[in-house]
């Protein structure tokens, strides 16, 4: 599917026509992406290559406090309110997470770095990064409790007018969590993104799905890594599946909370590649 070229906003976990006021910097993402620094910069993933498959898991985060009726209406609740700004898990979605990290760990046996490396050829070297919203880092946390965590402002949801999607400053979120909770240098302090009347478009996140796995596929964080796990949003998944291997999503299916799909990826000649996409079983 060709995302790059259409103009939609993401709204409500769909993709829907035009209604809203779309972000006007749409054709000034490649520049704007040219001020990024390293270890996201295009000078380390732009250059063609081609790289060895890694296993991948992407996982949509557990079902939040937005993600329920109003209780007062029964309604769906309105994103708009900054009642809703970044709001966590409620108790199902925490225990939907630990029960999909069970189900993950007894596939893939998870090896900690710290771990003596002697200890077999079954466990996984592993990766593990999270969308910055607190109902993602709520969600990695749960499902991988042993597991160091790095937080990257590219995974997050689509983000403009929506309050969910507004995300806490770096030094608040690193009050809320512990020490095994990393934070890239793409989470800044101050939400510089998101905005109150404008909202990003399909293009926009398709960018930033590009080149995070451009940078998982060869960057130097994830080297040596045989398994990559990324918590992220039903959106920013969707706009992934639909851009690199749309049958995934054959028949309009969405992305539900705590889904996982795992696959392969890799880089071919310079382009992404995700292969062997399936729903986790």
């Known amino acids: 599917a060709d995302l790059s070229q259409k103009r939609r906003i993401c709204d409500r976990g769909r993709f829907a026509e035009t209604t809203g006021k779309p972000r006007k910097e749409d054709d000034k993402v490649t520049q704007q992406n040219n001020q990024l620094s390293t270890p996201y910069s295009p000078q380390m993933i732009s250059n063609p290559s081609t790289t060895k498959p890694k296993k991948i898991l992407f996982i949509r985060h557990g079902v939040a406090l937005h993600n329920l009726p109003d209780p007062t209406t029964n309604l ?10 970044d709001p966590p898990l409620c108790r199902g979605g925490y225990n939907h997470a630990v029960q999909t990290g069970n189900r993950i760990r ?4 998870l090896r900690n770095d710290n771990a003596d490396r002697n200890d077999g050829n079954d466990s996984q070297q592993h990766m593990i990064l999270s969308s ?3 109902r993602c880092i709520q969600t990695t946390l749960a499902a991988f409790p042993s597991s160091p965590i790095l937080v990257h402002d590219d995974l997050r949801e689509a983000y403009g007018m929506h309050y969910p999607d ?19 240098e793409s989470v800044t302090e101050v939400d510089e993104g998101w905005r109150e009347d404008e909202r990003e478009t399909v293009r926009d996140v398709a960018t930033r799905v590009e080149r995070f796995l451009k940078w998982v596929a060869i960057g130097e ?3 040596g890594k045989n398994l990559v796990v990324v918590v992220s949003h039903g959106v920013w ?6 851009l690199f291997c749309p049958r995934v999503l054959d028949g309009g299916r969405r992305v539900y909370n705590c889904d996982v799909f795992e696959g392969r990826l890799k880089m071919e000649e310079g382009k992404v590649i995700l292969e062997n996409m399936r729903l986790f079983a």
């Not at 994103?79 to 700004?85: A, D, H, I, N």
């Open 106 to 109: 007894k596939k893939y046996p």
């Open 166 to 184: 507004k995300r806490r400053g770096v030094s608040e979120l690193r009050s809320f969590f512990p020490r095994d909770v990393h934070f890239d």
């Open 237 to 242: 998944i969707e706009v992934c599946l639909e």
């Open 221 to 223: 964080a994830a080297n």
């Open 132 to 134: 910055p919203l607190t």
């Open 76 to 85: 769906p609740p309105d994103l708009t309110s900054p009642t809703l700004f």
